[in-house]
T-cell receptor, first 115, second 111 residues
Framework: KAGVTQTPRYLIKTRGQQVTLSCSPI?????VSWYQQTPGQGLQFLFE???????NKGNFPGRFSGRQFSNSRSEMNVSTLELGDSALYLC??????????????FGPGTRLLVL | SQKIEQNSEALNIQEGKTATLTCNYT??????LQWYRQDPGRGPVFLLL?????KEKRKERLKVTFDTTLKQSLFHITASQPADSATYLC??????????FGTGTRLTIIP
């Protein structure tokens, strides 16, 4: 079974721009979660989508948004980029998602640098 | 506020010894606790899950304990090897809430 894939792997943007990141979960997984990882804050939860519906949301501003398609692929969007948005963005998939005691399968991440 | 602390940011252990990593939490009553390994530039990889009613779980050279009274989990790697060098993350799951991660411990096994 193919693992979780994320595109692009690396991205450089300038302040004020917007960016869209993509995540393809493991086949059959219906839950996709997004995390931001920085050296200072560690892994912080952004949001979780399950069957095209946002099920949980972390404490991030509205500039961060996401969606999930009927094939479970997910995208996250960050508008009006700030320098502090530079981070590794990870997505993780599972069959049942939060509250199910399930393993989260992580992708390799997208490294975003905002200049 | 809810908090997960992994008490060592970095830990150096001699090869062959047992590495013990600690995860402490406050204000949670987690249903599950998970441990992940993360190598530089890669996403975390699941290692072990332990439920609130389990005291201990083992997998090969790995052992996890879960003390809900102390609000603490210990993660042990026995007969450590340089290939075990990585960052180890604990994560808690409470009800239907999101999986919340600790800040991680960077483990280095010295040959």
């Amino acid at each position: 079974k193919a693992g979780v894939t994320q595109t692009p792997r690396y991205l450089i943007k300038t302040r004020g721009q917007q960016v869209t990141l993509s995540c393809s979960p493991i086949s059959g997984h219906r839950s996709v979660s997004w995390y931001q990882q920085t050296p200072g804050q560690g892994l912080q939860f952004l949001f979780e989508y399950f069957s095209e519906t946002q099920r949980n949301k972390g404490n991030f501003p509205g500039r961060f948004s996401g969606r999930q398609f009927s094939n479970s692929r997910s995208e996250m969007n960050v508008s009006t980029l700030e320098l502090g948005d530079s981070a590794l963005y990870l997505c993780a998939s599972s069959w049942g998602g939060s509250g199910a005691g399930e393993t989260q399968y992580f992708g390799p991440g997208t490294r975003l640098l905002v200049l | 506020s809810q908090k997960i602390e992994q008490n060592s940011e970095a830990l150096n252990i001699q090869e062959g010894k047992t590495a013990t990593l600690t995860c402490n939490y406050t204000n949670y009553s987690p249903a599950y606790l998970q441990w992940y390994r993360q190598d530089p530039g890669r996403g975390p990889v699941f290692l072990l899950l332990i439920r609130e009613n389990e005291k201990e779980k083992r997998k090969e050279r790995l052992k996890v304990t879960f003390d809900t009274t102390l609000k603490q989990s210990l993660f042990h790697i026995t007969a450590s090897q340089p290939a075990d060098s990585a960052t180890y993350l604990c994560a808690l799951e409470v009800g239907n809430e999101k999986l919340t991660f600790g800040t991680g411990t960077r483990l280095t096994i010295i040959p």
